[in-house]
């Protein structure tokens, strides 16, 4: 995996062909670059816990319009900063968190600072309880998780 900088941090992946990128913050993002770049919107799937990409259709990303989504059984619940709800889940934990560590409103300030600022966090709840605060780049890695992304598909030159 190489990054390309365009305003953000892009994936880029090298396929036979092709070449794919994705790391796009949403799906009209994803759309606007396959079209300035005369690429193809493409779905990518990173499964068993690895970072190589293969091309799906599985998840329906394009039909839905959709950039991220994860499927790790039915025990497990994924929830991206740009879901709706995020940012009530995110503030229900800073306040569980400051309750349990009973620290002070400026410390409370900077916990809630790290989670907002952390590269796209993920929040992951396994069985109703919270399992984990990730970002989507690690959340390739969690065993049994299929990870599926918007690309965009250019041939190599």
Do not use: C, W
Request: glycine share 6%; net charge negative.
């Amino acid at each position: 995996m190489e990054t390309k900088e365009d305003n953000k941090k892009l994936n880029r992946y090298e396929l036979e062909d092709q070449i794919i990128f994705t790391g796009f913050s949403n799906f009209n993002e994803a759309e606007n670059y396959s079209q300035n770049e005369g690429g193809k919107l493409v779905e990518v799937a990173f499964k068993d816990g690895n970072d190589n990409p293969q091309l799906t259709d599985e998840a329906g990303l394009i039909e839905k319009k959709l950039h991220y989504h994860v499927e790790a059984g039915p025990e497990y619940k994924f929830i991206h900063s740009s879901d709706p709800g995020f940012k009530q889940y995110a503030d229900e934990l800073q306040k569980i968190k400051a309750n349990q560590d009973k620290t002070g409103p400026e410390e409370r300030y900077f916990a809630s600072f790290e989670i907002e600022n952390a590269e796209d966090p993920i929040i992951v709840i396994k069985n109703d309880h919270l399992e984990s605060v990730t970002s989507r780049e690690r959340s390739k890695y969690l065993k049994h998780a299929d990870v599926y992304e918007i690309g965009v598909s250019t041939l190599k030159s």
